[in-house]
T-cell receptor
Framework: DAKTTQPTSMDCAEGRAANLPCNHS???????VYWYRQIHSQGPQYIIH???NNETNEMASLIITEDRKSSTLILPHATLRDTAVYYC????????????????FGRGTQLTVWP | EAGVTQFPSHSVIEKGQTVTLRCDPI?????LYWYRRVMGKEIKFLLH????????ESGMPNNRFLAERTGGTYSTLKVQPAELEDSGVYFC??????????FGPGTRLTVT
């Protein structure tokens, strides 16, 4: 089901930028890229999503390549609390009456932020 | 705004017994989803409600699982009879639109 490829694990020093890559070479024109994360023992948490333009919010930035076959989630100043499994998910955009609400979670990337 | 809540947080039952999990979505969210993660596996979609209607239940593993959302508010997920392979963490999520799903803390189910 999952149509993305992510590294199994990464680490990052506290205070530095964490750059998490994702490959989605078979992405369709109407599919968005979503990022969620799961901090240990908690439910998944929405981070950001985008179609083709770069996006930024209070949590992170999302950089999508021009051909849309890959993207990078950037946590600009990682903290210890950002240690989590990060999931890159591609999915058709919301549409009124759409039945395509499901999210496909792959294995994700275990990000470890160290002091 | 209160988040998605789930009850119980933890349930331990014997094989063959029945368990009912409850999810209270964020107020005003018409979309409600159930997911689960069984040991060592990925988080898997179970079903999607829009208000009280089942929009997509293609992820339900078998007929031992029954989900309801009477009145379009809270939802219950009943497992009857429970089997060992049902052990895992069951997550509920809700959304106003499909884009951003807000997840609850999950219910950890242990079947012995």
């Amino acid at each position: 089901d999952a149509k993305t490829t992510q590294p199994t694990s990464m680490d990052c020093a506290e205070g530095r930028a964490a750059n998490l890559p994702c490959n989605h070479s078979t992405i369709s024109g109407n599919e968005y890229v979503y990022w969620y994360r799961q901090i240990h023992s908690q439910g998944p948490q929405y981070i950001i999503h985008g179609l083709k333009n770069n996006e930024t919010n209070e949590m992170a930035s999302l950089i999508i390549t021009e051909d849309r076959k890959s993207s990078t989630l950037i946590l600009p100043h990682a903290t210890l609390r950002d240690t989590a499994v990060y999931y890159c998910i591609v999915r058709v955009a919301s549409d009124r009456g759409s039945t395509l609400g499901r999210l496909y979670f792959g294995r994700g990337t275990q990000l470890t932020v160290w002091p | 705004e209160a988040g998605v809540t789930q009850f119980p947080s933890h349930s331990v039952i014997e094989k063959g017994q029945t368990v009912t999990l409850r999810c209270d979505p964020i107020s005003g969210h018409d979309n409600l989803y159930w997911y689960r993660r069984v040991m060592g596996k990925e988080i898997k979609f179970l079903l999607h409600f829009v208000k009280e209607s089942k929009q997509d239940e293609s992820g339900m593993p078998n007929n031992r699982f029954l989900a309801e959302r009477t009145g379009g508010t809270y939802s219950t997920l009943k497992v009857q009879p429970a089997e060992l392979e049902d052990s895992g963490v069951y997550f509920c999520a809700s959304s106003r639109r499909i884009n951003e799903q807000y997840f609850g803390p999950g219910t950890r189910l242990t079947v012995t």
